[in-house]
């Protein structure tokens, strides 16, 4: 998942997370903005532009530098203190908000964000909801009900932030497109709630407060429903310092030829971290959420006529999990395992490929899957430079990809994703190693695709995340196993391989051992899979080879 | 009387709580269905709603007294005070390595920094330099020796939060630090054996406990590594401090032991105890975090606020938070027991070594209470129980529900799983045979276990409720014919001592106010952190003064209110606080019968003999001749009577003690029991795992709100289970905590709820002690449940043995350690065929 600190396992031992005795590690297309004359001054109003959002359905106009979080701007600016800092990560949902967002036809929909990682000046035409705006009157909202009457709240703290998901689990339910509302499975409580830790009950009484939130009289206030398309038009570029948001390619790669320099953000699920934890200052900050191009999702068939989807770079997880959901229920799957309800919300499968991380997520899964690049950035000539590349071809090595690799490239953003449609016959595995089931970083992700024919494996690609300094495939493994039948022998060698395609590393995740281990049973446990369904597909009574937990 | 809260209750109490659904069928049978389905599967998911006594008093399940105000945001923490204009903001230089000395520190330059108004280190100290709150060790600031990383070097004070800290990255990027960096002591048993303690090490001795080793038929012995745990309250250390007009400070502060942060900040400051006010409001959780960790960031902030004369905040990100505190101690432990053919321990040998962290903190009387629970609820015979205090170069590790119990309770958990493969039975047979029963119920520091009959009730019970022989049989079967998933079961007991084993902490004070217009007022010395005492004391008063719960009010915790209190830990909040409360209600009580019985004197007296306060009411005599005057009338008359309407309330906890040179005494009032099954499903090939079910069966006398009791069940069963599984802190060769957030540090979340939670108060069972209404202590005792959940992944784990062997698994259990204990069996069957 796209929240790692810029942080290469490889080099815990040696430098962890900066602290103020080491020297911030330079990003390597920002300037150092840390001086010490800047590092020390409260900021000046010339650094700051308006943000024009409703709040509880408040029109609301306020000035805030481009690197202020929504929970900054609440808690310091507005003085509305209900919604808490917890960690100042996006890890812990005490700051849970929900924003609302225009949908297709208009109505306005909310959704969960953490708001300590969300830049302020995303609430541009948008509108915010906290936990001091849910009750009409003494009237509590249901989730406010149903919390206090099922007990599920016992220090408090966490609670502005449950209540927040439970609200927008609340909405979902009640808005249902006229169908019937979706049962709430213990995996849809998951989905919904799995981003909000709580330290005191254990979080039995606060899905009873969930389950039960259905029953109470609708309390709800009108103003929900207030539309939000045109409060305020997006920022453009008004001043040098500034935070920008461009609606079309064109205008962002023309600010990406003066300014290439400033950070892009969409979800800021990662990027945001060098603000709260880092101190990092952003003069400027160019925001990708409302560029058309790069939230569009359409079929697309490429040259070499595969067919599938470009999935424009800032689609955020939640939009993609439909497609997934009916084309590769093991991606679907894999990302609720990648981060909580606020992060699915905000996180882009742009941002998860472009940061690099070697314990992405995605990034596995879509080298697995043969995935493609459309990248575009400024040209010589005033034009927009675009090119398409695997993303095999993508990576290079420790944060080093093909956006940052030269000079030529520079300013160049992730247009688009190509993720080609399954094939017959062609199956698609994501495990997940990591200490926590939800919302935990992965030790180790293998992400295996293959097909059998004629009883033999065929274009195996096996991908791995936590085993080198970048996502990256097992090709001696994957050479092992190609053109074999899915015996013993043959994936006994496929384990022996992997020693020759990775030399992992030890770190907080994991131990070297640990992770060169179950990287190697991963490959058994695609034996065991492989020769189930070899044997006997349809049978259930094919013994356990992992958890139903884990499965998918 | 009048109402006098004007809380927006009404939402809840028109929710209808059990009405049925009222929407189609139709339109909801999915989602009717799912619930059904879950709800089939979770019995005792609601609270045992014990309603009987009405009117919100003790024994009732009443919500939360904050929780309205939880969920609209409108309670209030540290942060959220509104704070003058002028407040600073403080930002801590921590030091980078974990030992060495400090050798040069020029804090002039830092305040030559921009947007720096201030900046303090050890010479800016007034008055005392070491915090220590039992034995000193602790300084404010580093003066030479660096002893972990994470010790604070100096604080910088400056106009906003951010600017502080950018502050005081600044000051150590120009280079106003130099440390001569030496090499560290991160090996807690090298450092024990080195004879690098704390504190003394403390022996506990009864009987001839090597002969009895000698003569047993079967001698079974292990070691093992207890890791630590972090805190993790949601809400991060924080105060707010603002000076008075004289020489002292006002602290507002999220803090177990106020008392203790008044008496530091005085000193720290040079000035009488009488100068200092400490207010606690809430805390966003505390677990022991608080109770003595939180007084530095008071002392560096009332210095602040000294030398300024403005207020000042500090709060601390998490990243710091994580590295500055200690943590719950990481324990070392081994043992050595004789036991007879049937697997019961004849005595033998427990020692446990305490990973301290460089000062004493609280070390003493933690590793005791490790030493304290290093038999649980089983006789250990004649044995010998040493406990060892090492000093390594970490954070001082600190109180944390259980406060060492569950780290000394883990070494006989796993002598009885190993006892169990070592004579061929089931780790049950073995745990049951091994209990306190008549004729063994004298523990190995001297104490009577009493109430053993409801232990052995408590565990029959669940072992039948739970059906573990039907479950034990069906998982054998299961795990016989499959290789990679593997099923575990375990059912642990839990025996937890009930005081403070410092019997001088065995004391509470309370406040009471009546107002004239009948509201009432109750303060103590106990401190809310999500564990519902405020609730509970409310209930208790509400109860004596027969009133409604919403007459009575509770404020904030502060030192000007009662004084010289203990802190709220070791499960004592209610029982100590309760009784202080109650004293106060009786003494009130007395003096306005006897005013009553004077006073509506109208022909004939009110009969004093049977007066009681209930339903709003005084109640004098019985039947035809009762008379009943109304409590606002009753207080009104009073006060024009010159009554005083105040009262202060006193409680000591009697019969307690303990005899440190010989070992032995009565350290508890009571025991506190329960007993929890797990069941745990684990892929071998992974090391993943899942607890599929866990069913509890918890002892807490007669409850006082069996909703708040429950929640304590569940919420402390669950994070014990965060500490053996997922929890892991990881520090780097040079000492510095890896695990530093929640990206890295993972705390249950919702999804770790196991799917079946059963969870039942043990009912009928009033407890033997003369305590607050025969209720018990709850805040610890249902931690140590979860280590059912450890020792099912050690069953799990001995299938691929055919249960011939209790595989070593240190904690927390993480998928990397269960794969590895997996592997490591799998390799020795492979080369011992």
């Keep these: ?552 | 009387m009048r109402t006098l809260t004007k809380l927006s209750t009404q939402a809840p109490e028109a929710a209808p709580t059990q009405t049925p659904d009222t929407r189609p069928d139709d339109l909801d049978s999915d989602a009717a269905a799912a619930r059904r389905d879950l709800e089939g599967r979770i019995q005792g998911s609601g609270p045992v709603a014990r309603e009987t006594l009405g009117q919100g008093g003790a024994g009732s399940a009443r919500a939360h007294e904050s929780a309205i105000k939880h969920v609209t945001g409108r309670a209030a923490y540290i942060d959220d005070l509104k704070v003058p204009a002028d407040c600073l903001h403080l930002a801590l230089a921590l030091s980078p390595v974990a030992h060495g000395r400090l050798t040069r520190l020029d804090l002039d330059r830092v305040r030559a920094l921009p947007g720096v108004v201030d900046a303090v280190g050890f010479h800016e100290v007034p008055g005392h330099t070491d915090i220590g709150p039992v034995f000193p060790g602790d300084p404010l600031f580093v003066a030479d020796t660096i002893s972990y990383a994470g010790q604070v070097l100096f604080a910088v004070a400056a106009d906003s939060h951010r600017a502080a800290r950018e502050a005081v990255k600044a000051a150590c990027d120009v280079g106003v630090v130099e440390i001569e960096e030496r090499p560290a002591s991160l090996d807690a048993v090298a450092a024990a054996e080195r004879g690098e303690f704390v504190r003394p090490t403390h022996v506990q001795e009864l009987g001839d406990w090597a002969a009895s080793l000698a003569e047993a038929p079967l001698m079974v012995e292990g070691e093992q590594f207890v890791g630590g745990q972090e805190h993790f309250y949601l809400e991060g250390q924080a105060c707010l401090v603002t000076p008075t007009e004289d020489e002292g400070v006002v602290v507002h502060t999220s803090n177990q032991h106020p008392s203790e942060t008044q008496k530091l900040v005085a000193e720290v400051l040079g000035v009488p105890l009488h100068a200092v006010t400490v207010e606690v409001r809430r805390m966003g959780g505390g677990f022991g975090g608080k109770e003595t960790q939180a007084s530095p960031w008071a002392c560096i902030a009332a210095l602040v606020s000294r030398r300024t004369g403005r207020a000042a905040k500090l709060r601390l990100p998490r990243g710091e938070d994580m590295r500055v505190t200690g943590k719950r101690h990481p324990f070392h432990n081994r043992y050595r027991l004789g036991v007879d053919a049937q697997g019961v321990i004849q005595g033998g040998e427990i020692t446990v070594v305490g990973d301290c962290g460089y000062s004493p903190d609280l070390s003493d009387a933690i590793v005791d209470r490790a030493m304290f629970h290093a038999d649980n609820a089983y006789s250990l015979g004649q044995a010998r129980v040493t406990g060892q205090r090492a000093r390594t170069h970490f954070a001082s590790n600190t109180a944390f529900r259980g406060f060492g119990g569950p780290q000394g309770m883990m070494v006989i958990e796993a002598a009885m799983d190993d006892i169990a493969r070592r004579v061929g039975e089931d780790p049950l047979t073995i745990r049951k045979r091994n209990l306190y029963r008549p004729g063994r119920e004298t523990t190995h520091y001297g104490q009577s276990v009493e109430q053993i009959g409801l232990l052995h009730e408590l565990v029959e019970r669940l072992e039948a409720s739970s059906n573990y022989w039907t479950r034990r049989r069906e998982i054998s079967a299961f795990n016989a014919a499959s290789p990679v998933v593997k099923r575990g079961l375990a059912l642990t007991p839990v025996k937890f001592g009930i005081s403070f084993t410092a019997q001088h902490l065995n004391q509470a004070g309370a406040l009471l106010h009546v107002y004239t217009d009948g509201s009432v007022q109750i303060n103590h010395g106990g401190t809310e952190m999500g564990q519902g005492l405020h609730t509970k004391i409310c209930q208790v008063v509400a109860r004596e003064l027969g009133l409604d719960l919403d007459a009575v009010r509770i404020t904030a915790t502060r030192t000007d209110k009662v004084p010289n209190t203990s802190p709220t830990a070791a499960s004592s909040g209610a029982d100590l606080n309760g009784m202080a409360a109650r004293d106060a209600c009786l003494r009130l009580k007395e003096r306005l019968f006897d005013f009553a019985a004077e006073h509506f004197y109208q022909g004939h007296a009110l009969d004093r003999e049977g007066m009681r306060l209930e339903d709003g009411h005084l109640v004098a005599g019985w039947g035809e001749s009762e008379r009943r005057i109304p409590w606002g009338e009753l207080v009104q008359t009073a006060y024009f009577g010159r009554v005083s309407l105040s009262e202060k309330g006193f409680y000591a906890t009697p019969l307690i003690h303990y005899d440190r040179q010989t070992g032995q005494g009565r350290p508890f009032y009571y025991y506190a029991f329960g007993a929890a099954v797990a069941e745990v499903r684990v892929d071998t090939l992974s090391g993943e795992y899942r607890v599929e079910g866990v069913d509890i069966l918890h002892d807490v006398g007669d409850s006082l709100n069996p909703a708040i009791d429950a929640g304590q069940v569940e919420g402390g069963f669950i994070q014990g289970m965060g500490w053996l599984t997922s929890e892991e802190l990881k520090w780097n060769e040079g000492g510095r905590l890896i695990s530093d957030g929640p990206a890295t540090y993972k705390i249950p979340t919702f999804g770790d709820l196991p799917p079946r939670f059963n969870v039942e108060l043990m009912e009928g069972h009033p407890n033997s002690m003369a305590s607050l209404y025969r209720s018990k202590a709850v805040g610890e005792p249902p931690f140590m449940l979860a280590i059912s959940v450890w020792s099912a992944l050690r069953d799990a784990l001995a299938s691929l043995t055919s249960y011939r062997e209790a595989p070593r698994l240190d904690t927390p259990a993480t998928p990397e350690r269960v794969l590895m204990a997996a592997e490591a069996l799998r390799r020795r069957g492979e080369s011992t065929p």
């Excluded at chain 1, 906290?130 to 009750?135: F, I, M, N, P």
């Excluded at chain 1, 945001?272 to 003069?283: D, G, H, I």
């Excluded at chain 1, 071809?393 to 030529?408: G, P, R, V």
């Excluded at chain 1, 060169?516 to 006997?536: F, G, H, I, M």
């Design chain 1, 1 to 552: 998942m796209p929240r790692e600190l810029a942080k290469h396992p490889h080099l815990d031992h040696a430098e962890s997370i900066p602290d103020q005795t080491v020297k911030i590690i330079p990003r390597t297309h920002t300037p150092d903005t840390i001086d010490e004359s800047h590092s020390t001054v409260v900021r000046h109003n010339r650094d700051n532009t308006m943000i024009d959002f409703l709040l509880n359905g408040q029109p609301r106009r306020c000035e805030a530098s481009p690197d202020t979080s929504v929970l900054e701007l609440l808690r310091d600016a507005l003085g509305q203190t209900g919604t808490k800092e917890g960690c100042a990560s996006g890890d812990c949902g005490a700051c849970t908000v929900a924003i609302g967002e225009p949908d297709a036809d208009g109505t306005t929909r909310y959704h969960a964000a953490n708001a300590c990682i969300t830049p302020a000046h995303q609430l541009q035409g948008r509108a915010l909801v906290t936990v001091e705006g849910l009750a009409r009157g003494d009237t509590l909202h249901p989730a406010q009900a149903a919390m206090v009457v099922h007990h599920g709240s016992q220090c408090g703290f966490c609670t502005p932030g449950i209540v927040m998901s439970l609200f927008t689990l609340h909405e979902s339910q009640r808005r249902g497109d006229g169908e019937r509302p979706a049962p709430l499975t213990p995996q849809r409580l998951e989905a919904a709630l799995g981003g909000n830790l709580c330290r005191c009950t254990g979080y039995r009484p606060i899905r009873d407060a969930a389950l039960a939130m259905g029953d109470y009289p609708e309390a709800r206030p009108d103003w929900l429903d207030l539309a939000v398309d045109a409060t305020a038009p997006p920022q453009e570029a008004a001043t040098e310092a500034a935070f920008v948001q461009p609606t079309s390619l064109a205008a962002l790669i023309a600010e990406r030829r003066v300014h290439p320099e400033a950070p892009i953000v969409a979800g800021g699920t990662d990027l945001w971290l060098e603000v709260t934890q880092r101190l990092a200052r952003f003069p400027r900050v160019v925001d990708v959420t409302r560029v058309a191009e790069l939230t569009a999702l359409e079929e697309a068939t490429l040259a070499d006529d595969r067919v599938g989807w470009w999935i424009g770079g800032a689609v955020t997880y939640a939009r993609l999990e439909p497609l997934l959901a009916e084309h590769y229920p093991a991606f679907a799957h894999l990302l609720h395992r990648l981060g909580s309800a606020q992060v699915r919300n905000r996180g882009t499968l742009g941002g998860n490929i472009a940061n690099a991380s070697p314990i992405g997520d995605t990034p596995p899964v879509l080298l697995a899957l043969g995935a493609r690049l459309w990248l575009a950035g400024p040209a010589d000539d005033q034009e927009i430079a675009e090119r398409e590349l695997p993303l095999d071809d993508f990576f290079l090595d420790y944060k080093q990809t093909a956006l940052n690799q030269d000079k030529a490239c520079e300013g160049e953003v992730i247009r688009a994703i190509f993720l080609p449609r399954p094939e017959a016959g062609r199956h698609l595995k994501v495990w997940k190693l990591s200490k926590r089931r939800e919302d935990d970083i992965s030790a180790v992700l293998g992400a295996f695709a293959w097909r059998l024919e004629e009883g033999v494996l065929r274009d195996v690609r096996l991908a791995f995340g936590g085993m080198a300094a970048i996502p990256k495939r097992a090709k001696a493994a994957e050479a092992a196993l190609e053109g074999q039948a899915p015996s013993e022998a043959a994936f006994a060698a496929a384990r022996a391989a992997l020693a020759d395609d990775f030399q992992p590393m030890s770190d907080v995740r994991g131990s070297a051992d640990y992770r060169r281990l179950s990287a190697a049973n991963l490959l058994e446990r695609l034996r065991l899979v492989v020769t189930a369904r070899d044997q006997d597909p349809t049978s259930n009574s094919a013994r356990e080879v992992m958890l139903d937990a884990y499965a998918h």
